[in-house]
């Protein structure tokens, strides 16, 4: 919905977004290709000039939702330009197809997939008309990416929750696993790190209204966040022993996808290199 919003006509605006917001229809978000992940510069999807509109051709993957998706917002570059532009796809299109990505260990749940573009015609008023450059795109996945920061805090609660729950009813030695000195630790560090990690989206949240929240702030929320997040569930996982694998308890799911989030909008390395060119003022990619 972002891109629509932020970047579409109105007309645009009210034809899609009322029906996506419903969940009438169902979007995603066609930018990452087999060759061009953390580098989307080096996008091959290409849009040719055609009478009335554009021809697309190209390949994105890890796609979310691309199997169940009405309409796909994808990024090319136009043939003539090598300028970055958005284009809404919409799923009866000839040339639009989907493929599920299977055999996935993580994020099982979402059905995640590759768009193929053969020669796929969108008409003129299917194209985002303020979405130029790679500005466009980056500013979707900044939003993205700050909704991701207060989401992982939501799993690492969770695995907090199910692993103090029980720890007061598991017994070793005679006693409660609670009372234990390493599991108070343990259970202290993720109070710890999951305010902290709140107060600082509160505060971020709070710098988007005022339309002050910078990139370099949301990319530093995003790497920390999922990073402690999934230390606090590992080490919620290990509180449960054997039992943290048992789907019964959920930890080892949430463990399992945090592992993905690490990577997903951005891998925690590469927002490493972004807040580092922001120190610094030297760009390392």
């Known amino acids: 919905m972002h891109p629509i919003y932020a970047f579409g006509s109105d007309a645009q605006k009210q034809r899609f977004l009322p029906r996506l917001a419903s969940g009438e229809l169902i979007?995603?978000?066609?930018?990452?290709?087999?060759?061009?992940?953390?580098?989307?510069?080096?996008m091959t999807t290409r849009a040719r000039k055609v009478a009335g509109g554009y021809s697309l051709s190209g390949c994105k993957t890890w796609i979310t939702s691309a199997p169940l998706a009405d309409i796909a917002v994808v990024w090319a570059k136009l043939q003539d330009t090598n300028k970055i532009a958005g284009f809404i796809v919409e799923r009866d299109f000839k040339g639009f197809a989907t493929e599920r990505i299977e055999g996935k260990?993580?994020?099982?749940?979402?059905?995640?997939?590759?768009?193929?573009?053969?020669?796929?015609?969108?008409?003129?008023?299917?194209?985002?008309?303020?979405?130029?450059?790679?500005?466009?795109?980056?500013?979707?996945?900044?939003?993205?990416?700050?909704?991701?920061?207060?989401?992982?805090?939501?799993?690492?609660e969770t695995c907090f929750n199910i692993a103090r729950d029980y720890s007061l009813e598991r017994k070793q030695f005679g006693k409660s696993i609670a009372s234990m000195q390493l599991v108070q630790a343990k259970f202290a560090d993720a109070v710890t790190e999951i305010t902290l990690a709140m107060q600082s989206c509160l505060r971020a949240g709070r710098l988007k209204d005022e339309g002050k929240l910078s990139h370099q702030v949301v990319s530093m929320l995003?790497?920390?966040?999922?990073?402690?997040?999934?230390?606090?569930?590992?080490?919620?996982?290990?509180?449960?022993?054997?039992?943290?694998?048992?789907?019964?308890?959920?930890?080892?799911?949430?463990?399992?996808?945090?592992?993905?989030?690490?990577?997903?909008?951005?891998?925690?390395?590469?927002?490493?290199?972004?807040?580092?060119?922001?120190?610094?003022?030297?760009?390392a990619f």
Do not use: Q
């Not at 979007?27 to 580098?39: H, I, R, V």
């Not at 994020?107 to 466009?136: D, F, Q, W, Y």
């Open 27 to 42: 979007g995603c978000f066609g930018l990452t290709e087999p060759n061009a992940g953390s580098d989307p510069m080096s």
């Open 105 to 156: 260990l993580s994020l099982r749940t979402s059905s995640t997939g590759m768009i193929v573009l053969e020669n796929c015609i969108v008409p003129e008023e299917n194209v985002l008309p303020h979405a130029t450059g790679l500005k466009a795109p980056f500013n979707c996945l900044s939003s993205a990416r700050y909704g991701i920061a207060w989401g992982v805090l939501g799993a690492a």
């Open 222 to 283: 995003k790497r920390n966040n999922t990073r402690k997040a999934t230390e606090i569930a590992r080490a919620m996982r290990d509180i449960l022993g054997g039992n943290g694998i048992s789907d019964e308890y959920h930890v080892m799911r949430h463990v399992c996808n945090l592992e993905t989030v690490l990577t997903y909008e951005g891998t925690y390395d590469i927002h490493g290199l972004i807040l580092g060119r922001s120190i610094t003022g030297m760009s």
